[in-house]
């Protein structure tokens, strides 16, 4: 069931990553309202917009986070499931594992070189997730 485990693990991955993008959309528009009330500006329709969609990207990725709890919730089933018949699955599903713990081990390094924070770098973007 190591398989299961580690899915269940890049799932966790896949909602912290959500979940920090979350704050930082909602952070950077907090930042531009603030920008906004200081300099007296008054926005026009294109930039409600902008601002609209910042809080569209939120919700949906708070609509994913969801999905993915509740694909837990069924994995959470299956290996229960299978606890009591482990032989049955363990050939298919230790491949699967192999390949997965790998995604996993990507994903974790992405996110740790992003750390949340734009540098200036010699590559050719930022990749995260």
Known sequence: MQFLHTLDGLLEHIKSVERETIEMTQKAQLQVVHFIEKQGLILDDETLEVMQYQDIIAQQLGATIEAIENAQKHLQYFTRAFSEDDSLAAE??????????????RAREKHSAFGGKIQHQDDDGIEFF
């Open 92 to 105: 298919n599903l230790e491949k699967m594992h192999d390949k997965l713990t790998s995604a996993l081990d």
